[in-house]
Structures are given as C-alpha cells and as structure tokens.
C-alpha cells in the first residue's frame, strides 16, 4: 500500500523558513516523478513543485521561485521542501504526492 | 509545462441531474490525469485516476473519459453529498481552475 507521511509543518512569521519533510513506503520511490501540492484556507487546490526521478530536473509554480526549493533522498525514500521567505499567502495545508496518491498533509501558518 | 483549462467554473444543478465538467489540456497527456472532489474543512478526494478508474469506494455515478488533450468527469445522477467543488489535474502537475457544483 502507498503511504506517504509529512511532517514539519508549523506556525512560523513572515520572512522566516520551514523544511517539510515526507516519508514514502510501499513503491519504488526512485522510479516516481514526485509533488508538493498545497490548499489554502478556503481555497483552491495548487500544485507547488515537482521533481525527476533522480533528481536532475525540478520545476516550480511562479508564485515560489526563488523561495522555495524541492529535494528528494532516494536512498531514504523521502521527499523535501524547504521554504524560505515566507509569506502569510503561503499559509496552507500541503501535501506531499505521487500521482493520484497524498498523504495527509501537514499545515503551515505564516503570520506576524 | 502543461496547462490545465477547466470548464464550467460554476455549475448549477438540482439532485438527480446528470453533469459533466471538462478539462482541456494544453498538450497531449496520454491518460495522466485525476479527478478531486474537495469539500469546506475536509482533504481532498480523488475520485477518478488515470483518466477514467474509478477509485476504490468512491460511488458508481461517478465516471472519467478521454484521453490525450480533451477529459470529461460525469457524475450520472446528482446527490445531496455530491455538492463541492471538483478539480481535473495533470499527474504531480498543474491543477484546471475547479468547478464549484450548486444546488440550483
């Protein structure tokens, strides 16, 4: 069965920076196309970033450029996002993906 | 970098109807794509993956079409629990617009 467990979320002021983590299990983390997808309170769904199998190509929505930076660890089956410069517009719930399957999600509150 | 158009935006019904939203691609995507259903204060629902599977438990009415660039989501007989707001997405990719389902 797929699993897929974040963790790090958190209430954090504007400017400052979190580091999500997710943890994988049952497939073969290595050969899957990995996402963050995040849902504001009261609003929509929005994909944030994904990344390649190995690693090598990464891509981001325009909005988290620059600020926000996906990784993966193959070997521990886990997937990162470290967010740096927040804004209280990143506030959200985001969850870590693979395809059609996400975990549970994990809140974050940017707020002064 | 595929782009998802989604349409209506909004969608007015009444229960027992049948409805259909559509979600176009920018390029072609094969079958990769998934269905959400997302409700006030609950996590997302995927109802339909790979275009046109249904996931597990997720009620019959509810079905997927296309492939390519042009996919549909049909729910065949409207219930009272079916009123949200149901997004189409690119696998670990954009998300269409969202189509909010009314009571009419």
């Known amino acids: 069965e797929v699993q897929l467990v974040e963790s790090g979320g958190g209430l954090v002021q504007p400017g400052g920076s979190l580091r999500l983590s997710c943890v994988t299990s049952?497939?073969?983390?290595?050969?899957?196309?990995m996402s963050w997808v995040r849902q504001a309170p009261g609003k929509g769904l929005e994909w944030v970033a994904n990344i390649r199998e190995d690693g090598s190509e990464k891509y981001y929505v325009d909005s988290v450029k620059g600020r926000f930076t996906i990784s993966r660890d193959n070997i521990r089956n886990s997937l990162h996002l470290q967010m740096n410069s927040l804004r209280v517009e990143d506030t959200a719930v985001y969850y870590c993906?693979?395809?059609?399957?996400w975990g549970q999600g994990t809140m974050v509150t940017v707020s002064p | 970098d595929i782009q998802m158009t989604q349409s209506p935006s909004t969608l007015s019904a009444s229960v027992g109807d049948r409805v259909t939203i559509t979600c176009r691609a920018s390029q072609s995507m094969s079958s990769w794509l998934a269905w959400y259903q997302v409700k006030p204060g609950k996590a997302p629902k995927v109802l339909i993956y790979k275009a046109s599977t249904l996931e597990s438990g997720v009620p019959s009415r509810f079905s997927g079409s296309g492939s390519g660039t042009e996919f549909t989501l049909t729910i065949s007989s409207l219930q009272p629990d079916d009123f949200a707001t149901y997004y189409c997405q690119h696998y670990n990719s954009h998300f269409g617009q969202g189509t909010k389902l009314e009571i009419k």
């Open positions: 049952g497939f073969t983390f290595s050969s899957n196309w």
């Open positions: 993906a693979r395809e059609y399957k």
